[in-house]
C-alpha cells in the first residue's frame, strides 16, 4: 500500500485545517487508518486513529478538537483539526494496517506509512 497525505500547512491558533491520506495498491483490505505526528525532538506519537468499522481513537490532548474519518469506499482517511493550538505543531503521518492475502489460506498483516506533511501553528 501507497499512502499519499496532503493538507499541512501554518495556520494562527484557533484555526483549523484539514489532513488527508489516500491508499493505493494492490492489497485485499485495509483494517485501520490513522495519523501520527512527532514534533522536533520529539518520538512519533499517535493522534488519532479509525478501524474499517468505524471505531475511533483519539489521544486525549486532541479529543473535542479533531476529528478523523474513513471513506472505505475511496481508501482514504481525513483528520479535521480544529482549534488548534501551538503544541499541535508538528510532522503529522497518516498510517495504514492492511492485509495482503497469499495463496488461499494465508494472510499477511503490513503496516505502511505516508510521507509527512508539515503543520505549523503560531500563537
Known amino acids: 500500500v501507497q499512502l499519499q497525505a496532503s493538507g499541512g500547512g501554518s495556520v494562527q491558533a484557533g484555526g483549523s485545517l484539514t489532513l488527508s491520506c489516500v491508499a493505493s495498491?494492490?492489497?485485499?483490505?485495509?483494517?485501520?487508518m490513522g495519523w501520527y505526528r512527532q514534533a522536533a525532538g520529539k518520538q512519533r506519537d499517535l493522534v488519532a486513529d479509525?478501524?474499517?468499522?468505524?471505531?475511533?481513537n483519539y489521544v486525549d490532548s486532541v479529543k473535542g478538537r479533531f476529528t478523523i474519518s474513513m471513506d472505505n469506499a475511496k481508501n482514504t482517511v481525513t483528520l479535521q483539526m480544529n482549534n488548534l493550538k501551538s503544541e499541535d505543531t508538528a510532522v503529522y503521518y497518516c498510517?495504514?494496517?492492511?492485509?495482503?492475502?497469499?495463496?488461499?489460506?494465508?494472510?499477511?498483516?503490513?503496516?505502511?506509512w505516508g510521507q509527512g506533511t508539515l503543520v505549523t501553528v503560531s500563537s
Open positions: 495498491g494492490n492489497f485485499s483490505r485495509i483494517n485501520d
Open positions: 498510517n495504514a494496517d492492511w492485509i495482503r492475502k497469499i495463496g488461499d489460506d494465508y494472510e499477511l498483516p503490513l503496516r505502511s
Open positions: 479509525i478501524s474499517s468499522g468505524g471505531v475511533v
